[in-house]
């Protein structure tokens, strides 16, 4: 059976629907892939990667990296790496990032136990809807990073299915990993640290050890889920009256790929900012800059006048001050010039942040004064939203950007198209090879 097959059986959807979901589950797949390869060149992630090939050295080398590691290893080394620009997927709904928490383990899990592409797609789908599904019934608290909590939900739903586990023993994996979310701090964000790129290195480590648990016998109680969630967000009544979400669509249909290198609540005010940039190229002419965003953006990327990657990734008023000034917001638009650009750092200083709740729906009002005139636009859909999905020319695009500091541009695009148009019988170890 096929994963289309398959799909087919689990929604009924309509032929057009399955063949998009799959192609979204391939798009989403080879974005985080390259996102990682970008994320392997940084001195950090490959510093990483070496310390984990001396303490669990295996035969697993991913995408981007040059130790071969054992399976949790290389996942743990690719998650990291997914995400250390901001520049991977996510989910509104579930309030964080469910395919950086999967594909970077099926991939390498896939890859130790010679599973086929097929096989690996298959088990990415059915851990992005578990762990997308526990990031709707389970909102942390104020002050939690969302990165290594429930996500782990779903990693190991998917390492479940690659291990070739029955329903009952899939069910006691989720069962365990729910027992023991970790609670992941937002505070290193804030104060500039790039800890937060640990939190989801460390749940692959963990959703392996909880699916092998599962398959040795080890049991977990049925209540644990509810149990979870309301530890997870602070409020004891989740205990009696928890569930999952009754959702009979996928999930995956829902997700976004990202066009920016920065949380995905800037987005809407960095293609206003373009907006303005493709209009008028002096900056230097600007007197005065309004952002208005809806709450959550202000909660989460209100940092100002940020001095280090994570916290720019992070700020609204700095992206959308890089953009006015002629930056692309890709990862060179954290590089130390950018940081300390005079300009940008001046407009970013001077801007005017606003909260409202007047927006519907996630959006961004930009008002730029300059040369006595006033350019004002609204921002409420920008590329990768659900009605807005990113094309598979984009995404090739984009991966083609990241891999090509590694590869040669024509060696990028090729290995990039290998993912979305490989077939289910491939062997997926013969994907992760960047030189073949």
Known sequence: MTLSDEIACWWQPDRSTVQALEAHLRRLTLDTVACAIAGLQTREVSSFEHARAVSSPGNVVFPGGKRALNASAAASVGAMAACWFEFCEGHELAHGRPGLHVVPLALALGAALDKTYGEVLRATLIGYEIGARAGIAMRIRRGLHVDGTWGVLGATAAAASLLGMTTERAVAAVGIAASQISTSLYRPVAAGMTARNSYVARAMEDAVLFAQAAAAGVDAAVDTLAIAAAELAGDARLKESWQWPSIDAPLLAQGYLKPYAAVRHAHYGIAAAQQWRNQYRHAERIERVVLTVYPEALQYCGNRAPQ???????????????????????PAAYSRDALQDPLACRIEREMSVIETREFSRRAARLQVDADGASFVTLVDRVDGDPDQ??????????????????VSSVDASAYSRRWLEASYDTPVRTLLDLTT
Not at 389 to 397: D, K, Q
Request: proline share 2%.
């Open 389 to 406: 999905p990113m094309t598979s020319e984009a995404v090739l695009n984009k991966a083609v950007g990241l891999i090509a500091a590694s």
């Open 308 to 330: 280090t990657m994570i916290q720019a990734q992070f700020s609204l008023s700095y992206a959308v001050s890089r953009v006015l000034t002629g930056y692309d917001i890709t």
